[in-house]
């Protein structure tokens, strides 16, 4: 039997196993280390009743079949990387991932500005909603009242401004909820986030419950007592005192809920801005190096199949010399038991060997 350079078969095979275990551990492949991990194994517990030549055959055997396996995978991979369709493709991907990058730095230069001058367009726009909506209510109310009695029609103004002003705080809550969302989408937009961040409905007090709970105030006087004209005028000044009354509490809603919607957005788009970040650049560096394994794989990779050639030849030193002799590739190793066990001459010079399937 050969050995290489003369080494001991035991220390041979036992630096042949080791060797071939860290390349199936370096390409990441766990079914040939665990299989030649329970032949490592099952050899120790069978050390008695096999000698030194004998296990070194077993291994061999068995890292033949690992190599051969190792190196199917480097010839696949290198006419990948080989491919001038796979190069070209990576380039573009890498050409694109280069261009969310840059726009994502300038998205994240430039979003707490916009973020800035979207929250003062917005409080502005209330403030000038807050300041034109009543003089609109009121002429509406002039006009209601002018055409009733409030000595006789008293429900069906109360019932009119009731209504009037829960619209009014509804389309004031609305107008809050669109522009956040805008801004919301504007900040996706320029942070190139898969999606815009889903606002929630303001913590507000509904429109019909603000309104409820409002002073009350009779909108007319006894009959008798002021003419119609008068009794119209106490009715104006009434509904002046409600939507007075109305505006400064709607007022504190629409501040605590702008408040409250746009530290959200604030906190939510800052984290976005970091997670996408942190994963576009992750993306360019592995785009990166599978472009640099491209154009450099192929020698690399010849290298490492010339390292598993070099263990092909040290495994082959301890098969015997004649091919004939060279029991199949099993993958794993030979079961090996004495030939007594087997029901043959006890006497008999020899080993009964039995191979099991390849698992």
């Known amino acids: 039997m ?26 990441d492949r766990p079914d040939l280390v665990n299989r030649l991990g329970k032949m490592r194994g099952q050899l120790a517990e069978l050390a008695a009743g096999v000698d030194d030549a004998e296990a070194g055959q077993i291994v061999a055997r068995g890292a033949l079949r690992a190599l051969d396996s190792l190196d199917t995978d480097l010839q696949t991979r290198h006419a990948t990387l080989a491919d001038p369709a796979y190069s070209a493709r ?53 006009q209601a009242i002018n055409s009733h009695d409030p000595a006789k029609d008293e429900a069906v103004l109360a019932d009119w401004l009731r209504r009037r002003l829960a619209f009014e705080a509804d389309a004031t809550y609305l107008l809050l909820h669109a522009e956040v969302r805008r801004l919301a989408a504007e900040l996706a937009g320029q942070l190139g986030l898969p999606a815009p961040h889903r606002v929630a409905p303001a913590r507000v007090v509904a429109p019909d419950a603000l309104v409820a709970g409002l002073a009350p105030r009779p909108l007319h006087t006894p009959e008798g007592i002021r003419r119609l004209a008068g009794r119209r005028a106490d009715a104006l000044a009434a509904v002046r005192a409600t939507v007075d009354e109305f505006l400064h509490v709607l007022t504190g809603q629409l501040t605590a809920a702008r408040y409250a919607l746009l530290s959200d957005l604030h906190r939510v788009t800052a984290e976005s801005a970091t997670t996408q ?63 007594s066990s087997t029901g043959a001459d006890p006497g008999a010079s020899y080993w009964a060997e039995s191979y099991p399937a390849a698992a």
């Open 2 to 27: 050969q050995t290489t350079q003369g080494t001991h078969p035991a220390t041979a095979a036992d630096e042949l196993l080791e060797l071939t275990l860290d390349r199936a551990r370096d390409y």
């Open 90 to 142: 990576l380039r573009a991907e890498l050409a694109n991932v280069r261009a969310r990058s840059e726009r994502l730095a300038v998205g994240t230069r430039t979003w707490r500005p916009t973020f800035d001058r979207a929250a003062a367009e917005l409080e502005a726009n209330l403030r000038f909603q807050l300041r034109s909506r009543p003089g609109t209510v009121l002429a509406d109310a002039e």
């Open 277 to 339: 970040f942190v994963a576009v650049a992750a993306e360019l560096t592995a785009i990166g190096a599978a472009t640099g394994l491209a154009a450099d794989g192929p020698a690399a990779i010849a290298e490492q199949r010339a390292a598993i050639n070099a263990l092909r030849e040290r495994a082959l030193a301890l098969l015997p010399e004649d091919p004939r002799e060279r029991a199949p590739r099993m993958f794993g190793f030979r079961t090996v038991l004495p030939a």
